[in-house]
């Protein structure tokens, strides 16, 4: 499923949905109960201008950092896992059998555990790496739905017409956004950065949604932010059930 940038907040009851979700691998998964991600350390690469090299390492950095956190959360729940693997384009095109989207950003294939990003003249023109972070967070959020099950449970779920279907991408895109802000939250002690650098990526996310409203599968701008906000100060997966928040959190 193809990534923008970023995600969303709060849960309720299935109940409050107007869709509700009823498939216990996507509403009560195991995951939810493996508790919070272990503080941990990420170290950042310098990310310099229209530079696809040192953006290739600086993201491989940051997938290394992801593999190493989510493992080990992963080995002390219990739960099998797998590595996701890193690509890298520079001009958009067809991957995993979709079209590349016109806002899309990096995109995550299920069937070979990978994600690749975007490195365009627009991203690298004047890049921001704390963007490019929570790009490859998101992506690996796709990556945790996949190896859970709830990738396979999204897929199954049945719909009636368009506006439902759209309401459950949503669920799944955010979910994805909060489950980067839950990794991104856990190593933020780590990084060389302030208060004011996650309101500002905070920010970028809500221009970004908005963006995305048109196509009406992402989320509004204030929602993706919230989710993604609320991962990051949990840093758990539990801060993560999209499935059961009611319809207006995924709008």
Not at 27 to 41: I, Q
Not at 90 to 102: D, E, F, L, Q, V
Not at 124 to 143: N, R, S
Request: charged residues 25%; contains cysteine.
């Amino acid at each position: 499923m193809a990534c923008t940038l970023f995600s969303l907040l709060l849960s309720g009851t299935a109940q409050a949905s107007v869709y509700p979700i009823r498939d216990p691998d996507l509403t009560k998964n195991k995951l939810y109960a493996t508790g919070d991600l272990e503080p941990s350390r990420c170290r950042e690469r310098d990310v310099k201008r229209n530079d696809v090299p040192s953006a290739k390492r600086y993201l491989t950095t940051v997938l290394n950092c992801l593999n190493a956190s989510w493992e080990a959360h992963f080995e002390r729940a219990g739960l099998p896992f797998r590595k996701a693997r890193i690509g890298f384009i520079t001009k958009p095109r067809r991957y995993c059998g979709h079209a590349w989207g016109k806002y899309t950003a990096a995109t995550y294939c299920g069937a070979e555990r990978r994600f690749v990003v975007l490195l365009d003249d627009d991203t690298l023109d004047d890049p921001w790496d704390l963007f490019l972070f929570q790009v490859a967070a998101h992506e690996y959020g796709h990556h945790i739905q996949n190896i859970t099950g709830m990738d396979a449970a999204f897929d199954r779920y049945p719909y009636k017409g368009k506006k439902e279907l759209n309401e459950q991408i949503r669920r799944y895109e955010l979910q994805a956004e909060c489950l980067g802000g839950a990794f991104v939250g856990s190593v933020w002690a780590s990084l060389d950065r302030t208060e004011d650098d996650w309101k500002d990526l905070l920010y970028v996310t809500r221009q970004s949604g908005d963006e995305w409203t048109k196509a009406a599968d992402h989320g509004k701008g204030r929602n993706m932010a919230a989710w993604l906000d609320k991962g990051f100060r949990a840093a758990s997966p539990q801060a993560c059930n999209t499935w059961t928040a009611p319809s207006s959190k995924v709008s």
